[in-house]
């Protein structure tokens, strides 16, 4: 039986995997960490501590206390934060990774999850249909650090043989968290201001183009790559992810057609230029070969739901 370690579980990711993970192998085999507290829904629901990521002899120490396993590393300080706190971002982006590796290698938690993101990417990457193996200068810190994440991963495969499995998730939508501070954080606040206030003062232009996933779907096919066979992995640095790619003003739409007074204006704050070094869309196609990613969310679907649940939560 898999006993499973979800550090970051209190994040907008966390929060839901951890769910997944207990529902697919038991309440008391998943055991959930962060340094602050997570929802009561988790708490509640089986094993929960309070693990800082970066002290390394705690976090070996709990990995061979419970016997893990398995690892998923959310820890992050995320796009938009990241550029406010450069140093300590990198510090605390790079330890997180750097303790996990080493704690994995040297305890029987060999199979480890660990997310990358579109942010590896930069000005020079090709913007559409952005391919698995491409030109990669990020000038974000949150970027950077995931680029220099992704070579270490890798390099502990092929040295210590870490069974390390990555994703380059896009921005990620969904109405049970609140949004963490990252540059695509605009796709989740527009639902809750339409249905708030009816009005939305986006942080990006109109015709900013990024690749995004429903939360849904991020978690279903974070869990299918670390259950596919590691042996149909041809990547181990991190694998593209698409997802849905959409302007601001394509979801606006969107939102419109379901909410008909709803109106929005652009004020562009220092998250459009990130913004605009990212891809506008991601060819995944070699994971969708590799471990058979798959998505069922599209704008429409994804919009439906938003709305739906967004009302139910703010009782509206």
């Known amino acids: 039986m898999e006993r499973i ?9 966390g929060s839901e995997l951890v769910l997944a993970l207990r529902n697919k192998f038991g309440n008391v085999n998943v055991f959930a960490t962060d340094i602050k507290q997570p929802t009561k829904e988790i708490q509640d629901g089986g094993p929960f501590q309070i693990l800082d990521v970066l002290d390394y002899k705690n976090l070996l120490h709990f990995l061979v206390r419970n016997k893990i396993t398995q690892v998923y590393n959310l820890a992050a300080v995320l796009s938009g934060n990241a550029e406010k706190i450069p140093l300590q971002a ?17 305890s029987d938690a060999k199979k480890l999850f660990w997310p990358s993101s579109i942010a590896v990417f930069g000005p020079t990457t090709p913007r559409y249909k952005t391919e698995q193996l491409t ?7 949150y ?18 043989g870490v069974d390390i499995r990555s994703v380059r998730y ?23 201001d339409a249905i708030k206030s ?12 990024l690749p995004m996933m429903f939360m849904d779907d991020a978690i279903e096919n974070t869990i299918r790559l670390m259950d596919a066979d590691g042996k149909d992995l041809s990547i181990r640095s991190s694998y593209n992810m698409a997802g849905i790619s959409f302007t601001a003003g394509e979801l606006a739409q969107a939102i419109k057609q379901r909410v008909p007074n709803f109106t929005i204006s652009y004020k562009p704050d220092f998250r459009q230029a990130i913004a605009n070094s990212w ?11 590799d471990w058979g990613l798959k998505t069922e969310f599209d704008l429409e679907k994804m919009t439906d739901l938003m709305l739906d649940k967004v009302r139910e939560k703010l009782s509206v």
């Not at 030109?135 to 810190?141: D, F, G, H, S």
């Not at 680029?147 to 991963?153: F, K, P, Q």
């Not at 896009?170 to 639902?191: H, N, R």
């Open 170 to 192: 896009p921005g990620l939508i969904s109405y049970k968290t609140e949004p963490g501070g990252g540059t695509t954080d605009y796709a989740v606040e527009i639902f809750f």
């Open 90 to 106: 990198w510090d605390i982006n790079m330890k997180a990774l750097m303790n996990t590796l080493e704690a994995a290698q040297q």
């Open 135 to 141: 030109v990669m200068e990020p000038n974000t810190v």
């Open 198 to 209: 009816g009005h939305y003062d986006c942080f990006v232009t109109e015709d900013t183009a």
């Open 279 to 289: 891809p506008a869309s991601i060819d995944d196609k070699i994971a969708r070969e």
């Open 5 to 13: 370690l979800v550090i970051g579980s209190a994040g907008q990711i």
């Open 143 to 160: 970027g950077i650090s995931k680029l220099a994440g992704e070579r270490w991963g890798e390099y502990y495969f092929n040295r210590y």
